[in-house]
């Protein structure tokens, strides 16, 4: 008589992957809901205020949330010629062409010197870039306007641009040390060997092969020296005229209120808010290949 065994099946294993599949799906869907949630609070501002800027003034105040019923032009042309957005918009362009140059060459130099060679005081070097970051522009006002005042600076563009390079310089630093320390070491010393001065290492070899760090902090950097509000109000207030675009955005914010102009304020938002997201969506792949460069070695 020949007995038939049955293997039974293993506690808790019947129905296993059908339960993970089940779980893996939930999980998706609440990280897919969590994403829309995320897109809709992050970019819904920014639609309605495009949106408002071809609204006029009396609709925006009856229904803020509508939308268009024709869409005014003339919002854009207020905005850039009467109430001088144009003026503050080639101001802010102005700084930001030297601030940004400065802040990216001396930052480069510095974390290449840092991360590429050994001397006394190199961790001690790297460690004021890193405090820097952690020390709260707002304490240092006061100072910086006495020492702006006693140079001579305040109100200038020269001065300005240097307190933007200034307040950019700890970051920028302390995220491309990180990054030129990834870089293969065998490159810089064939160039050494060939005859290479240390200038020429760094501008023609080292500095190409870092281009998606600079891409990544140098945007970083474009965002945070065009939305800067605070330095600008304490070293650039005499004249209306000098004013960078956030200040100018400010004083007809405070003007609009006034003579009921809406559609312009929003025409200058607007206009404010383009160059960033242009900038975002052309360097947009260069950013994120950067910032995973930058973390594997």
Known sequence: MTTTATTAPRPGATGTPRREKESGGTLNVFSHAFLVLWVVLAAGPLIWVALTAFRPS???LSDPTAWPAAFHWENFTNAWNKADI???????LVILCGSLTGTMLLGSMAAYVIARFTFPGNRFVFMLFAGGMMFPVILALVPLF???ENFGLLDTRPGLM???IAYSLPFTTFFLTSFFRTLPTGVQEAA?????SHTRTFFQIMLPMAKPGLVSIGIFNFLGQWNQYLLPLLLNNEEEKNYVLPQGLASLAVSQGYRGDWGALFAGLTIAMLPVLVVYAVFQRQVQAGLTAGALK
Not at 86 to 92: D, F, I, K, L, P
Not at 192 to 196: E, L, N, P, S
């Open 58 to 60: 009396a609709d925006i």
């Open 86 to 92: 144009g003026r503050y918009t080639v101001n802010s």
């Open 146 to 148: 006495a020492v702006m």
């Open 162 to 164: 240097i307190a933007y």
């Open 192 to 196: 050494m060997v060939d005859g290479a």
